[in-house]
T-cell receptor, first 115, second 110 residues
């Protein structure tokens, strides 16, 4: 079974702190994604990566950066956390073989609170 | 108009009932469609893909209506374990073009 692991389930940070959210998948998937989920807004794509060291902006990349140095690991970085970045962050991965129809596997999420 | 719209619910139905959800999408160029299920405080998981010909998986049936730009999910003989939020997902092409609906909450009551 595919496993996508996010490093923290809950995280509390202060405004202005640099925050790292880590995600690791164990199925050798090429694609990895970072979403945030807010009530009434659904899941919104922040960044995705289709290969090591490759990244593409999603719908809401402002205030975020990402890093993919190894195939299994995709990190989301908040350079200077702000209160409007309080949210549930979900990492996902997918196999590239079937293209855009490929199933997304999600991690269990990190609830980030920025005070 | 939102790209993908769902009735947030909640839909409260008794065990054994049949319930249906619709999801409308605005982009006629949308290429692929899915239903995901999300339990409370858990991650979304793929329930089923939606094909033009319709598809069925046990008690679940998904339909696509391209002319009216909506997809539907029908659940027969509802179980308590079906209680969850059902997310409609539409892809208009490319990994960055996957749009999630805000979800429809289903509560199955004993």
């Amino acid at each position: 079974d595919v496993k996508v692991t996010q490093s923290s389930r809950y995280l509390v940070k202060r405004t202005g702190e640099k925050v790292f959210l880590e995600c690791v998948q164990d199925m050798d998937h090429e694609n990895m994604f970072w979403y945030r989920q807010d009530p009434g807004l659904g899941l919104r794509l922040i960044y995705f990566s289709y290969d090591v060291k490759m990244k593409e902006k999603g719908d809401i990349p402002e205030g975020y950066s990402v890093s993919r140095e190894k195939k299994e690991r995709f990190s989301l970085i908040l350079e200077s956390a702000s209160t409007n970045q309080t949210s549930m962050y979900l990492c996902a991965s997918s196999f590239q073989g079937a293209g855009i129809d490929e199933k997304l596997f999600f991690g269990s999420g990190t609830q980030l609170s920025v005070l | 108009r939102k790209e993908v719209e769902q009735d947030p619910g909640p839909f409260n139905v008794p065990e054994g009932a049949t319930v249906a959800f619709n999801c409308t999408y605005s982009n006629s160029a949308s290429q692929s469609f899915f239903w995901y299920r999300q339990d409370c405080r858990k991650e979304p998981k793929l329930l089923m893909s939606v094909y033009s010909s319709g598809n069925e998986d046990g008690r679940f049936t998904a339909q696509l209506n391209r002319a009216s730009q909506y997809i539907s999910l029908l659940i027969r003989d509802s179980k308590l374990s079906d209680s969850a939020t059902y997310l409609c997902v539409v892809n208009t092409g490319g990994y960055q073009k996957v749009t999630f609906g805000t979800g429809t909450k289903l509560q199955v009551i004993p």
